[in-house]
């Protein structure tokens, strides 16, 4: 199974100041079409998660562009420009290149 | 707008059983591949079960595998997980989600095992 690994656990932020979290995966997730199947979720507190990005760096359209994601093959970032009130909770990402599909332990955010 | 609404949780004792149900509105079923995944209380997400649209593909994590058999109803626009032999650490919330990267969520259904 592939383990992903993620990093900080608790983030604590300032709204309008930046936020970066890491996520790593014990394999690559590059599939030889040249596809990587990393993917982000917010769940915000008392709800059900969402999905955020897929495919390492693309958002979907309802995501607000102060959210960015980066990396390849083994390792990948979260980025949020500014941090807003709405952003808290926790943050997971996902690998879907092979069954069984695996989450990392989340990243929490806190606004100070 | 899609729309994935659970059923079926509840308190069963140890070694019971229970089924989940998972209705889908809003999007052509039978074209989408379906998961269960779930959530203990204060934990990570753990993807459980996986099958095809066409129910010819189906994965279980080794978790419960031989305990939980997952099915699809697509006439139905239904997604059921058969639970049997349940423990205490199945206790949880458990979602459908719809394809992978599983775009979308329903509201989870807890279930909780407790003598």
């Known amino acids: 199974d592939i383990v992903m690994t993620q990093t900080p656990l608790t983030l604590s932020v300032s709204p309008g100041q930046p936020a970066s979290m890491s996520c790593k995966s014990s394999?690559?997730?590059?599939?030889?079409?040249?596809?990587?199947?990393l993917y982000w979720y917010l769940q915000k507190p008392g709800q059900s998660p969402q999905l955020l990005i897929y495919?390492?760096?693309r958002r979907l359209s309802r995501v607000p562009d102060r959210f960015s994601g980066s990396g390849s093959g083994t390792d990948f970032t979260l980025q949020i420009s500014r941090v807003e009130a709405e952003d808290v909770g926790t943050y997971y990402c996902?690998?879907?290149?092979?069954?069984?599909?695996?989450f990392g332990g989340g990243t929490k955010l806190e606004i100070k | 707008q899609v729309q994935l609404v659970e059923s079926g949780g509840g308190l069963v004792k140890p070694g019971g059983s229970l089924r989940l149900s998972c209705a889908a509105s809003?999007?052509?079923?039978?074209?989408?591949?379906m998961s269960w995944i779930r959530q203990a209380p204060g934990m990570g997400l753990e993807w459980i079960s996986y099958?095809?649209?066409?129910?010819?593909?189906?994965y279980y994590a080794d978790s419960v595998k031989g305990r939980f058999t997952i099915s699809r109803d697509n006439a139905k626009n239904s997604l059921s997980l058969q639970m049997n032999s349940l423990r205490a650490e199945d206790t949880a919330v458990y979602y459908c989600?719809?394809?992978?990267?599983?775009?979308?969520w329903g509201q989870g259904a807890l279930v909780t095992v407790s003598s």
């Open positions: 394999q690559s997730l590059l599939r030889s079409d040249g596809e990587t199947f």
């Open positions: 495919e390492i760096s």
């Open positions: 809003g999007f052509t079923f039978s074209d989408f591949h």
């Open positions: 996902m690998q879907g290149l092979q069954l069984p599909l695996t």
């Open positions: 989600a719809r394809d992978i990267p599983a775009s979308a």
């Open positions: 099958i095809s649209g066409s129910a010819t593909s189906i």
